[in-house]
């Protein structure tokens, strides 16, 4: 099994829908969770950090469950400009960020 | 423009060539990632320095391959006698400590993609 897996997608979606994607994690003390997003040949920006309890901004919502060993993010209200690779990122220790394990990305295409 | 800076932004050599890489990390930042990334795939971790020391690297860091920090501020990234698998994107990243208040968030330069002929 592989530490992080998320569905490579491409999932493709109109413009104003909602789509949720899910990445899965192996090593169940894995401490903190991140969703990056990359554009085609441009470096991975940081979405959000996955809390405990969830946390919201703006049309991306991001949630952890401990107990299934996934996060996910909800993008609403989907815009053209959301276009992207969208990579799940753990960090299997606290205080080290050595060694992030990535995933291989979800590929999102917002159509008009 | 305060982020992380890379230079080059793309790279052709030849095979057999050295090529040598610069990253300039975030000021305040301690922390220093070097990445590798191929098309479809996600990050690979190659070496990571704290201030000036390299504290860690990966088995993908061949012998060809080596980084420096020499005053804790910038970074380079040297490969020797380069091959057509080198040819890749490759990523720098930079953090600062953990705090209570914050994790340690890794924000990336623009890379510089390697094309090895």
């Known amino acids: 099994r592989k530490e992080v897996e998320q569905d490579p997608g491409p999932f493709n979606v109109p413009e104003g829908a909602t789509v949720a994607f899910n990445c899965t994690y192996s090593n169940s003390a894995s401490q903190s969770f991140f969703w990056y997003r990359q554009d085609c040949r441009k470096e991975p920006k940081l979405l959000m950090s996955v809390y405990s309890s969830g946390n919201e901004d703006g049309r991306f919502t991001a949630q952890l469950n401990r107990a299934s060993q996934y996060i996910s993010l909800l993008i609403r209200d989907s815009k053209l400009s959301d276009s992207a690779t969208y990579l799940c990122v753990v960090n299997p220790k606290a205080g080290n960020n050595r060694k992030l394990i990535w995933g291989l990305g979800t590929s999102l295409a917002v159509n008009p | ?117």
């Open chain 2, 1 to 117: 423009d305060t982020g992380v800076s890379q230079d080059p932004r793309h790279k052709i050599t030849k095979r057999g060539q050295n090529v040598t890489f610069r990253c300039d990390p975030i000021s305040e930042h301690n922390r220093l990632y070097w990445y590798r990334q191929t098309l479809g795939q996600g990050p690979e971790f190659l070496t990571y320095f704290q201030n000036e020391a390299q504290l860690e690297k990966s088995r993908l860091l061949s012998d060809r391959f080596s980084a420096e920090r020499p005053k804790g501020s910038f970074s380079t990234l040297e490969i020797q006698r380069t091959e057509q698998g080198d040819s890749a994107m490759y990523l720098c990243a930079s953090s600062s400590r953990p705090t209570l208040q914050s994790t340690d968030t890794q924000y990336f330069g623009p890379g510089t993609r390697l094309t090895v002929l």
